[in-house]
């Protein structure tokens, strides 16, 4: 039985009718993206926001899959529903309609009670401006995260991963600000996540501390096996990913994975 007579059958025999041109597409299409990305699904999500008597679509039926110790780059233009995903992804907020899958457990369909246990067990947030807590040293920060977790990494091991174990006892202030994005990789990967989420992680930063940054979160991916997924509007360093995941106007425009992803000194913007 080929792909579509099976999703034509189990629909039948769930729902008691025959699925329509168009919904068959988008099921077919969804099937594809889980079984290329069976780790992380997003499979029809659709998020409206309400705003007085306007209702605005975030997101459109977007769909994607990532595999597990993939590096996935999500690119688009301001607006074009980018956080939005990031922050459905991340637990931090909630879809209108569609499905939300990280190993085999179904984001969309948790409580707000559920969605805080996820967010502190199982996701690593990296975001463009640090937030760092200013009166503590980097290894304190790191710390920090560390004691909300079941399974945390040792931070001063993770400190010297990132390359800063002589910096371990600077407070925020005194580090650069590649340094202190470093830091916030590090406090990120010593929970020990299973999703490395990175909102514009160079966006503050410097061409040279930048690519020192994206270097970092690939061998991250390359050695640890971590799944990083980045946010980004640089097109321009879509080739180091594993997958590339281009977002318009809510919708996912396209899905490219990339079998020879490039160095990230190769790369220049």
Not at 1 to 9: A, P
Not at 30 to 49: I, L, M, P, S, T
Not at 241 to 248: F, G, H, L, P, T
Request: hydrophobic share 40%; charged share 25%.
């Amino acid at each position: 039985m080929d792909r579509e007579s099976q999703i034509q059958t189990e629909f039948i025999e769930k729902y008691g009718s025959v699925i329509d041109e168009d919904m068959m597409e988008k099921l077919a299409e969804a099937a594809q993206h889980r079984k290329d990305g069976d780790y992380v699904v997003f499979e029809n999500v659709r998020k409206v926001y309400h705003v007085g008597e306007v209702d605005i679509e975030a997101l459109a039926d977007a769909t994607f899959g990532v595999n597990k110790g993939e590096l996935a780059v999500v690119v688009g233009e301001s607006g074009a529903g980018k956080t939005t995903l990031l922050n459905i992804l991340g637990g931090m907020d909630t879809l209108t309609s569609g499905r939300v899958i990280l190993d085999g457990k179904e984001i969309s369909k948790m409580s707000m009670r559920e969605l805080t246990e996820y967010r502190r067990y199982d996701i690593g947030f990296v975001f463009q401006f640090y937030n760092l807590v200013q009166n503590l040293t980097a290894l304190e920060n790191v710390s920090l995260a560390t004691q909300i977790c079941k399974n945390p990494l040792d931070p001063a091991e993770t400190l010297r991963a990132v390359g800063l174990g002589d910096r371990m006892n600077n407070f925020p202030g005194q580090l650069s600000g590649g340094e202190q994005q470093r830091v916030a990789i590090a406090r990120a990967l010593a929970k020990n996540p299973k999703l490395l989420l990175c909102d514009e992680p160079t966006g503050a930063l410097d061409y040279n501390t930048g690519k020192q940054i994206l270097q970092l979160l690939q061998d991250q991916a390359r050695n640890s096996g971590t799944t990083v997924i980045i946010i980004t509007h640089n097109k321009a360093i879509t080739p180091m990913a594993d997958r590339v995941i281009s977002v318009r106007s809510g919708r996912v425009q396209d899905v490219v994975v990339n079998s020879s992803p490039v160095p990230i000194s190769e790369i220049e913007w």
